[in-house]
């Protein structure tokens, strides 16, 4: 079935520290989604991306879809205390309404 | 403010159990879902509704079933609930359309016995 890998797992840094996670299809997306879920709630999304080579930006987070739209990045720079949550990718299939999730990244931010 | 109600934060059950988890949202949204989070697994899909009374099997139906009398509700059930079903279960809904960011419930936290 199509899946999605998204690495790393875990990642701990010092607040101010630089953050990214990654996510991979084997398969051309229609489009990816994230989500950011904080320590003992749900997942809310954060940004979706659609064109090849799409970068967006909300404040400290950068979000890239890849060129042949099968791979995409979040990347935070400065991390904060506020940061600490798992983030998840989301794929988007074409002929499906489905999202199909990535395993998600824990993000730990030490001060 | 838009909302997706889950009836329950934790349950627990019995092995063997027949389980009910509802959700509810006011969106009017046609899309529904079903996922359980595991740690190291993400979100799995069991199941997903596009419109009433209608239902597709996601990744990981087994066990599984679900109900969509009203545009509003889905339901998922567990026939015979076993221990492998313990888990955190999300719902969640959309507009139409594979471009569609999904709206979450608050979890409902499964433990089966």
């Known amino acids: 079935g199509q899946q999605v890998m998204q690495i790393p797992q875990y990642q701990h840094v010092q607040e101010g520290e630089d953050f990214t996670t990654y996510c991979n299809s084997s398969t051309t997306l229609s489009n990816i989604q994230w989500y950011k879920q904080r320590p003992g709630g749900h997942p809310v999304f954060l940004i979706q991306?659609?064109?090849?080579?799409e970068v967006k930006k909300q404040k400290r987070l950068t979000f890239q879809f890849g060129e042949a739209k099968k791979n995409s990045s979040l990347h935070i720079t400065a991390t904060q205390t506020t940061d600490v949550g798992t983030y998840f990718c989301?794929?988007?299939?074409?002929?499906?309404?489905?999202?199909?999730f990535g395993t998600g990244t824990r993000l730990q931010v030490f001060p | 403010d838009v909302k997706v109600t889950q009836s329950s934060r934790y349950l627990v059950k019995r092995t063997g159990e027949k389980v009910f988890l509802e959700c509810v949202q006011d969106m009017d949204h046609e899309n529904m879902f079903w996922y359980r989070q595991d740690p190291g697994l993400g979100l799995r899909l069991i199941y997903f509704s596009y419109d009433v009374k209608m239902k597709e099997k996601g990744d990981i139906p087994e066990g599984y079933s679900v109900s969509r009398e009203k545009k509003e509700r889905f339901s998922l059930i567990l026939e015979s609930a076993s221990t492998n079903q313990t888990s955190m279960y999300l719902c969640?809904?959309?507009?139409?359309?594979?471009?569609?960011?999904?709206?979450f419930g608050s979890g409902t936290q499964l433990s089966v016995l």
């Open positions: 989301a794929a988007a299939f074409y002929n499906t309404d489905k999202l199909i």
């Open positions: 969640a809904s959309s507009s139409p359309g594979g471009s569609e960011k999904l709206f």
């Open positions: 991306l659609v064109k090849s080579g």
